[in-house]
C-alpha cells in the first residue's frame, strides 16, 4: 500500500537578501564562514514546487474476522518506510552570477548565461559523490512560517510576533521533513527542526539531502532555458 500526499509551494523572491529565488541547488562542497548567499549554489525558478511523501505500509485482510465479528479486518504492518521527493513545476533558468569556493580557498564569481548554467547542472548531475565540487546534493525550498520548534510564534524585531504577520514579513524556514520537536515522543536520533538562525542570513541552511535523479532542459528563443527537474531525497553513503 502506497499513501501519497504532496503540496505545490509558490516561488517567492527574496530580493532583500540578495538572493534571486527561494529555491536553489547546493553543490556538495557547501558553504563555510565568509561564504556569500550565492557561494556554491545555483539558483532556480520556478511557477511551483511539488513535494511528494510516499509512505509504504504492507496491509493483509485477517482471516475469519467477518465470520467471527460480522465485520472483515485488515491487519498493515507499518515498517516506517517512505520515499520523499520533489518536482520543480515551470522552471525556468535565466543568466545568473555563479559563486564557486575550491579547497585551496580560492573564489570564482562569474555570469553564465542560461544554457551555460543548463550545461553545469547537466555535468554536476552526471557526476557521483567522489567529486563534491560537482555533486548537486541539497535541494533548498525556503517557506513564510509563523510557528518554532516548540508551537510558539516566531519574535519578530517589529512590533508584536509572526500571529498575525502577512507571508512577506514573515520569516523563512527550509523545507525539511523534521518534525516539531514537542512531537518527537519515543523518537532516537530526530532530526532538528529547523530555525531562522540560519536563513537569516542565508548561509549554512539545512535543506534536503539527496540527489537529482531528472533534469530536461529546453533551450528556447530569447535566452531562456526551462526546464524540470526531480529531486530524491536520500542519505548519501561513501563507498571510500
Known amino acids: 500500500m ?5 503540496h505545490v509551494l509558490g516561488n517567492t523572491g527574496t530580493s532583500g537578501f540578495g538572493l534571486d529565488s527561494t529555491v536553489f541547488l547546493e553543490f556538495a562542497s557547501g558553504q563555510t564562514t565568509g561564504d556569500s548567499a550565492i557561494t556554491n ?7 511551483g514546487v511539488q513535494i511528494t511523501t510516499n509512505k509504504r ?7 475469519f474476522s467477518g465470520i467471527i465479528t460480522g465485520e472483515s479486518r485488515t491487519i498493515t504492518f507499518d515498517l516506517g518506510i517512505s ?3 520533489v518536482q520543480i513545476i515551470g522552471g525556468v533558468i535565466l543568466d545568473q552570477i555563479i559563486s564557486r569556493r575550491y579547497e585551496d580557498g580560492s573564489v570564482k564569481n562569474v555570469v553564465m548565461t542560461s544554457y551555460e548554467v ?8 552526471d557526476s557521483s559523490f567522489a567529486q563534491p565540487s560537482q555533486n548537486l546534493n541539497k535541494l533548498t525550498i525556503l517557506y513564510p512560517s509563523r510557528v518554532d520548534k516548540n508551537y510558539e510564534y516566531h ?8 500571529e498575525d504577520k502577512p507571508h512577506e514579513e514573515l520569516p523563512l524556514l527550509p523545507f525539511t521533513w523534521a518534525s516539531r520537536e514537542l512531537d518527537q515522543e519515543n523518537t532516537a536520533g530526530a532530526s532538528t527542526f529547523p530555525s531562522t538562525t540560519a536563513t537569516s542570513a542565508f548561509t549554512s541552511i539545512e535543506g534536503i539531502t539527496g540527489f537529482v535523479n531528472d533534469f530536461s532542459t529546453t533551450f528556447d528563443a530569447g535566452g531562456v532555458v526551462s526546464f524540470t527537474l526531480g529531486f530524491q531525497e536520500a542519505i548519501s553513503i561513501a563507498l571510500t
Open 2 to 6: 502506497t499513501i501519497s500526499t504532496s
Open 41 to 47: 549554489r545555483i539558483m532556480l525558478r520556478c511557477s
Open 57 to 63: 505500509a504492507n496491509s493483509t485482510p485477517i482471516p
Open 83 to 85: 520515499t520523499k521527493s
Open 118 to 125: 543548463a550545461q553545469l547542472i547537466h555535468s554536476s548531475i
Open 155 to 162: 519574535s519578530l524585531s517589529s512590533p508584536n510576533d509572526a
